[in-house]
Structures are given as structure tokens and as C-alpha cells.
């Protein structure tokens, strides 16, 4: 497991997580095991004002009192960038891993234990199926993009919202398209788009301009917002045929 010497965000986030661990291990007690950060605040690519705050609770039940309970005090979490955590036994931890081996590799690989016991110690994630999961969640995005765009009526304002969101949950999904070809997983995401280029010999000029916009470096108007969507499309598009042909990343 991969963990930076310090969390890279600002003192505001470091004191929001303390608030928080210490007011939920006395909201759960005895019932929570423990707390674990991922996600952007662990692989320091934290964005104040644009990222959340991804959490998993280690639980030793999961009853409907401990869930109520623990809803009230979401409420107010939602309010300060923390997105409603994952809340999982670990017996729940270790079969949701062998389902969902993508999602879980990357917990595994990049997380921060704040409280307790730290449930990814010794967690084997057997990456059989990591494959054909990379193809379905890729796949899955593309669909995604399509349907929400639709959604938006295709206008410039919806449409600067969807595209980082899209690009949130494909750069895991070119995470694990690295571990399927066993080349060096990058979890940098300007060293993740560079290697995709190299690996799969496309230029993504799409996935570049949509993390800069992700990053607030970039304003496309209305003449350079459809033709950015026009580019993360086919960045995509060719992202998805690239998994689907023989010998390229063991998806078929």
C-alpha cells in the first residue's frame, strides 16, 4: 500500500476531518472499527471548492439503528464535501472486493487510515475478472456521458458540468487498464493521461482539455464547449474500442 508522508489540502479540510472522526467514532461507538480516506485527498490531487471528500466506515453491524443514527449526521457532512461514505462489516469488505476488484484496488493501493483498524491489511482482492470489469465500467461511462448530455439539453452549462464529472470515474477505470497490461499504475493524473497515450498510441487531447477544466485552468465558451464534448467523445469512444480488441489489454 502506496501512502503520502502527509495529506496534501488545505488546514480547513485537515481540521474537517478531525471534527469529523472524532463526532463519529462518538456518534457509533463500539460500533464503528474504523475510518478510512481515499480518493483525491490521498493521492493529492485535492481541489478545494471542486473535490469531495470520499470515506469508508468499517462497521461491526450493519442494523438498520446503526444506519439511521448514523444518517442524522450525514446531513450536515453533506454540507462540507463529505460525500456519503461507504459503510461496510469486514466480511462485507472482502466480498464486495472480489466483485467489484476495480473499485477496491484502488482503495487498497491509495487510502489513509484516520481511525482504528485499517480493514485492507492482509485483504487479498483476487483481480480474475479485473478485465472484463475495466471493459463494463468504460463501456458504462461512454453510455453515461450520452444519456446525461441528453439530460442537459446539450447546453454549455450542463455540459462543463458533466464532462469532469465523467472524467472523475474513468481516470480509475485507465488505472486498471494499466494493471491489466502490468504496466506501473500512475496515480497522477496528468502521468496517467501521458502513459494511456503512449500505451494505447491515440492522442487524448479530449481527456487532457477536460482536466484542465476539471482543475479550473481552462473557461470554454459556447463555440469551444460542444467541440470539447465532440473530443472527450471520441477520446472515449476510442478508449472503449482500444479494450475490446485481442491482445490489446486481456479484456477479450
Same mark, same amino acid.
Given at each position: 500500500?502506496?501512502?503520502?508522508?502527509?495529506?496534501?489540502?488545505?488546514?480547513?479540510?485537515?481540521?474537517?476531518?478531525?471534527?469529523?472522526?472524532?463526532?463519529?467514532?462518538a456518534?457509533?461507538? !463500539? !460500533?464503528?472499527?474504523? =475510518?478510512?480516506?481515499?480518493?483525491?485527498?490521498?493521492?493529492?490531487?485535492?481541489?478545494?471548492?471542486?473535490?469531495?471528500?470520499?470515506l469508508?466506515?468499517?462497521?461491526?453491524?450493519?442494523?438498520?439503528?446503526?444506519?439511521?443514527?448514523?444518517?442524522?449526521?450525514?446531513?450536515?457532512?453533506?454540507?462540507?464535501?463529505v460525500? /456519503?461514505?461507504?459503510?461496510?462489516? !469486514?466480511?462485507?469488505?472482502?466480498?464486495?472486493?472480489?466483485?467489484?476488484?476495480?473499485?477496491?484496488?484502488? =482503495?487498497?493501493?491509495?487510502?489513509?487510515?484516520?481511525?482504528?483498524?485499517?480493514?485492507? =491489511?492482509?485483504?487479498? =482482492?483476487?483481480?480474475?475478472?479485473?478485465?472484463?470489469?475495466?471493459?463494463?465500467?468504460?463501456?458504462?461511462?461512454?453510455?453515461?456521458?450520452?444519456?446525461?448530455?441528453?439530460?442537459?439539453?446539450?447546453?454549455?452549462?450542463?455540459?462543463?458540468?458533466l464532462?469532469?464529472?465523467?472524467?472523475?470515474g474513468?481516470?480509475?477505470?485507465?488505472?486498471?487498464?494499466?494493471?491489466?497490461?502490468?504496466?506501473?499504475?500512475?496515480?497522477n493524473?496528468?502521468?496517467?493521461?501521458?502513459?494511456?497515450q503512449?500505451?494505447?498510441?491515440?492522442?487524448?487531447?479530449?481527456?487532457?482539455?477536460?482536466l484542465?477544466?476539471?482543475?479550473?485552468?481552462?473557461?470554454?465558451?459556447?463555440?469551444? /464547449?460542444?467541440?470539447?464534448?465532440?473530443?472527450?467523445?471520441?477520446?472515449?469512444?476510442?478508449?472503449?474500442?482500444?479494450?475490446?480488441?485481442?491482445?490489446?489489454?486481456?479484456?477479450?
Amino acid at each position: 500500500m502506496t501512502q503520502p508522508a502527509a495529506l496534501d489540502v488545505p488546514s480547513d479540510t485537515q481540521d474537517l476531518l478531525s471534527r469529523y472522526v472524532k463526532e463519529t467514532n462518538a456518534l457509533l461507538g !463500539a !460500533a464503528l472499527e474504523g =475510518i478510512v480516506l481515499y480518493g483525491s485527498a490521498v493521492r493529492g490531487e485535492f481541489l478545494p471548492g471542486r473535490s469531495n471528500l470520499n470515506l469508508l466506515l468499517s462497521l461491526a453491524s450493519q442494523d438498520r439503528e446503526i444506519l439511521a443514527c448514523y444518517a442524522k449526521a450525514q446531513r450536515r457532512w453533506s454540507r462540507e464535501q463529505v460525500v /456519503v461514505p461507504l459503510l461496510l462489516t !469486514a466480511d462485507e469488505i472482502q466480498r464486495s472486493a472480489a466483485a467489484f476488484p476495480l473499485e477496491f484496488l484502488e =482503495i487498497q493501493e491509495q487510502h489513509r487510515l484516520l481511525s482504528g483498524r485499517d480493514p485492507f =491489511i492482509g485483504l487479498h =482482492i483476487d483481480d480474475t475478472h479485473l478485465a472484463a470489469e475495466v471493459f463494463q465500467s468504460l463501456s458504462a461511462n461512454l453510455l453515461r456521458v450520452r444519456q446525461r448530455f441528453v439530460e442537459g439539453g446539450g447546453t454549455e452549462e450542463a455540459t462543463t458540468l458533466l464532462l469532469p464529472l465523467s472524467l472523475t470515474g474513468l481516470l480509475p477505470c485507465l488505472r486498471g487498464m494499466q494493471r491489466v497490461a502490468g504496466r506501473a499504475v500512475s496515480f497522477n493524473s496528468d502521468a496517467l493521461l501521458a502513459d494511456m497515450q503512449r500505451f494505447t498510441g491515440f492522442e487524448l487531447p479530449g481527456l487532457v482539455d477536460v482536466l484542465n477544466l476539471k482543475r479550473g485552468k481552462i473557461s470554454p465558451g459556447p463555440v469551444e /464547449v460542444p467541440r470539447l464534448f465532440d473530443r472527450y467523445l471520441g477520446d472515449l469512444t476510442k478508449l472503449v474500442q482500444h479494450v475490446r480488441a485481442p491482445g490489446k489489454t486481456g479484456t477479450s
